[in-house]
């Protein structure tokens, strides 16, 4: 066999192992980020059930002293307590969100995008955190097409507001907790107030 036949020959074995290896390392990576997604979730899951269970307590001994003021006390805690729950879960997100930053943000922003040629503005944190770069590498993986609409003006909100055609969709924290609780508000008022009498 001549010499260019046998380079040839080591040159295609050499292409067709370092494939070999980019997809299994593709693999790897894939896997290993869906493990770190399940670990935050379950991290998330049982760190929002403690806190769940301190809030019940909490709010069952505040409601026993408000049925010593009446009706229209227990109203007030019932308001307090809600508030209070919201706050204990905005904290709990922030720190989830906190261990994994950038992949949280971005599996929120991905939810939310339907074509992949949206534009996105962001509140300052993110946009000083992540800023255009986290959307070119998000277009540069999966072939999109989002653009960085500018830095909106709200310091004290967190996340993104998407536009495309005239439609704005809002992906902040505020929006994320609003519709968790306009999901689960029932559940949430019988846990928090099961054994209340109105």
Do not use: C
């Amino acid at each position: 066999m001549p010499l260019e036949d046998i380079l040839k020959r080591i040159e295609e074995n050499a292409a067709s192992r370092k494939m070999l290896i980019l997809e299994n390392a593709r693999r790897e990576a894939s896997l290993r980020k869906e493990k770190a997604r399940e670990a935050i979730e379950r991290e998330v899951e049982a760190f929002v059930e403690k806190k769940k269970r301190e809030a019940e307590l909490k709010v069952q001994r505040m409601l026993a002293e408000a049925r010593l003021w009446g009706r229209n006390e227990l109203s007030r805690v019932k308001q307090e307590a809600l508030r209070t729950l919201r706050r204990e879960l905005e904290n709990l997100l922030l720190q989830a969100i906190e261990k994994q930053y950038v992949l949280w943000w971005k599996g929120v922003l991905l939810k939310a995008v339907e074509s992949g040629d949206e534009e996105v503005w962001m509140f300052p944190q993110e946009a000083g955190r992540l800023g255009p770069r986290f959307l070119e590498d998000i277009n540069a993986s999966l072939r999109y097409h989002l653009s960085f609409g500018g830095v909106l003006e709200d310091s004290s909100e967190r996340g993104f507001l998407i536009k495309k055609g005239g439609m704005t969709v809002d992906v902040s924290l505020r929006a994320i907790l609003d519709e968790f609780f306009r999901r689960n508000e029932r559940e949430i008022l019988e846990v928090l107030f099961r054994s209340v009498e109105v």
